[in-house]
């Protein structure tokens, strides 16, 4: 598609097309890296205001998809480096939406409290050792085993090649079990 021939017309339906297509995803990504719900709804307002500022100049050299992701990775690593600290969010805390608060999961009633508390354990301690996670293992574990991106996408996004990414995501997974030893012990 050539975008540059785009009328204001099209290019606003590609818009809209592409804001109902991945707004969401956009922002579960963000908010896995940032950790605060407001940060993340500031950047992916502020990743489709720059997609659609940038969208005649996209040459289609990579998928759309991953070029919004990129432009959502590169305002999380912004955030980040300004932050200078990483904030610890719940797996368990629910998730504010327009209808109200919604919770991340549903609970399963067939398990009992002890089994609730356990699975809330683990699930609360892979996210804190996620977080500890130096920010480029970070993003390659929250894209690729999280939002399901295969290696070639994420080598695109991130400005690098496919092995890179295996070896950062091997180093990744491992730093990740050593974090976990202690709570896999108990």
Not at 22 to 37: A, L, S, T
Not at 116 to 134: D, F, G, H, T
Request: charged share 35%; hydrophobic share 35%.
């Amino acid at each position: 598609m050539d975008y540059h021939k785009l009328s204001k017309e099209e290019l606003d339906r590609l818009f809209e097309d592409l804001l109902d297509k991945y707004e969401r995803k956009i922002f579960n990504m963000i908010y896995r890296m940032v950790g605060n719900y407001d940060d993340a709804v500031d950047l992916t307002q502020e990743t489709f205001l720059r997609v659609y500022k940038s969208l005649r100049s996209f040459r289609g050299e990579a998928n759309i998809y991953t070029w919004i992701y990129q432009i959502a990775l590169n305002l999380c690593r912004t955030k980040m480096a300004q932050d200078r600290k990483m904030k610890v969010i719940s797996l368990d805390q629910e998730i504010e939406t327009e209808e109200g608060e919604v919770e991340r999961e549903i609970p399963d009633e067939s398990m009992t409290p002890e089994q609730v508390y356990e699975a809330r354990s683990i699930q609360e301690a892979v996210q804190k050792a996620i977080e500890k996670l130096p920010v480029p293992y970070r993003e390659v574990i929250i894209l690729h085993d999280l939002q399901g991106f295969s290696y070639e996408e994420i080598a695109n996004m991130l400005g690098t090649n496919e092995e890179a990414i295996r070896v950062r995501l091997h180093r990744a997974r491992k730093r990740l079990k050593e974090l976990l030893e202690p709570f896999i012990k108990e």
